[in-house]
């Protein structure tokens, strides 16, 4: 993570999205976790990581009031943007940023 001081920091610039993707297509991929496998529990005030795992596509599936949390889960059959199947080789990421660097 980069500090908000580094000349590459950017908020929303997409780069957390692309790593949750490119982290759960591995895991998929590689170590033949299945899409419902995933959860998260994110706390109930963290309007922004609620927002992105929603933009990936999971769900509410619980919520506990004494730890304020909110528990997420991936209910369909695959992800959205999943196209590397067994034996493929994974491809390159974009990073958002890349332009910055140049």
């Known amino acids: 993570m980069l500090p908000p001081s580094s000349p590459l920091y950017s908020p929303r610039s997409g780069l957390a ?7 759960i297509s591995y895991a998929t ?16 005030e963290n309007e922004k990581s609620l927002k992105l795992f929603g933009k990936l596509g999971f769900e509410e599936i619980g919520r506990s009031e004494v730890f304020r949390e909110v528990e997420l889960g991936f209910k369909g ?5 999943e ?3 067994q034996g ?3 491809g390159e990421v974009n990073d958002p940023r890349d332009k910055e660097r140049d």
Request: aromatic share 18%; net charge positive; charged share 40%.
């Open 83 to 85: 196209t590397v199947r």
């Open 77 to 81: 059959k695959r992800w959205e943007w």
């Open 88 to 90: 493929e080789e994974m």
């Open 29 to 44: 991929s590689r170590l033949n976790l299945k899409p419902q496998d995933f959860f998260v529990k994110i706390g109930d």
């Open 17 to 23: 999205f692309e790593t949750l993707k490119l982290f």
